[in-house]
């Protein structure tokens, strides 16, 4: 079946800092790609999204590249602020013909130090 | 409402009580979905439901659990007598017809004691 697999955290870094979180998938289909994001005491948040390979999804100066060789979508951003600091989410989707469920990776803690 | 909506946000029930969590899904959206989020599972997918379709019941971990959606819209999952295992946050999502994204509601914190 689908598997999501995104290195675990947490995650720890300074303010204005490089972020990358690595995130593989095994699907049996060509899936979409996402990233949701969960801010403390809030709900999930689509944060960027790919639908085909090459696609590059961006969004608050994130940016997550399909690249279908390697079956990865690793979600960057060049300079991370303290309200960056969530648990990232990264998930695929088989499309309408699988109802479109989302498949969730563990997830991975970021925390922006000042 | 603009977003999904979850009642309540906060439940603390005895073990062997029975508990209903709601969803009112975002107007206009045919899809709605059920996710578990536990410290030790991550986030699960629980049911599905498109329309006036069968419910995709796949994730539904025991018989326990069920769920409906009356009228297309609201949706209740219902939890029969609760284990501590049942213990996690229960998100509702919704999407279009359409459309595959899916947008979640800020989940129903459920404690079993």
């Given at each position: 079946g689908d598997s999501v697999t995104q290195m675990e955290g947490p995650v720890?870094?300074?303010?204005?800092?490089?972020?990358?979180?690595?995130?593989?998938?095994?699907?049996?289909?060509?899936?979409?790609?996402?990233?949701?994001?969960?801010?403390?005491?809030?709900?999930?948040?689509?944060?960027?999204?790919?639908?085909?390979?090459?696609?590059?999804?961006?969004?608050?100066?994130?940016?997550?590249?399909?690249?279908?060789?390697?079956?990865?979508?690793?979600?960057?951003?060049?300079?991370?602020?303290v309200s960056d600091s969530a648990v990232y989410f990264c998930a695929l989707s088989d499309g309408p013909a699988a109802g479109n469920k989302l498949t969730f990776g563990g997830g991975t803690r970021v925390l922006v130090k000042p | 409402?603009?977003?999904?909506?979850?009642?309540?946000?906060?439940?603390?029930?005895?073990?062997?009580?029975?508990?209903?969590?709601?969803?009112?899904?975002?107007?206009?959206?045919?899809?709605?979905?059920?996710?578990?989020?536990?410290?030790?599972?991550?986030?699960e997918f629980l049911i599905y439901f498109q329309g006036?379709?069968?419910?995709?019941?796949?994730?539904?971990?025991?018989?326990?659990f069920s769920a409906e959606r009356t009228g297309g819209s609201v949706s209740t999952l219902t939890i029969q007598r609760t284990q501590q295992e049942d213990s996690a946050v229960y998100l509702c999502a919704s999407s279009p017809n359409l459309g595959n994204t899916i947008y979640f509601g800020e989940g129903s914190w459920l404690t079993v004691v």
């Open positions: 720890t870094l300074s303010e204005e800092a490089f972020l990358t979180i690595n995130c593989t998938y095994t699907a049996t289909g060509y899936p979409s790609l996402f990233w949701y994001v969960q801010y403390p005491g809030e709900g999930l948040q689509l944060l960027l999204k790919a639908t085909k390979a090459d696609d590059k999804g961006s969004n608050k100066g994130f940016e997550a590249t399909y690249r279908k060789e390697t079956t990865s979508f690793h979600l960057e951003k060049g300079s991370v602020q | 409402g603009a977003g999904v909506s979850q009642s309540p946000s906060n439940k603390v029930t005895e073990k062997g009580k029975d508990v209903e969590l709601r969803c009112d899904p975002i107007s206009g959206h045919t899809a709605l979905y059920w996710y578990r989020q536990s410290l030790g599972q991550g986030l006036n379709s069968a419910p995709d019941k796949s994730g539904l971990p025991s018989d326990r």
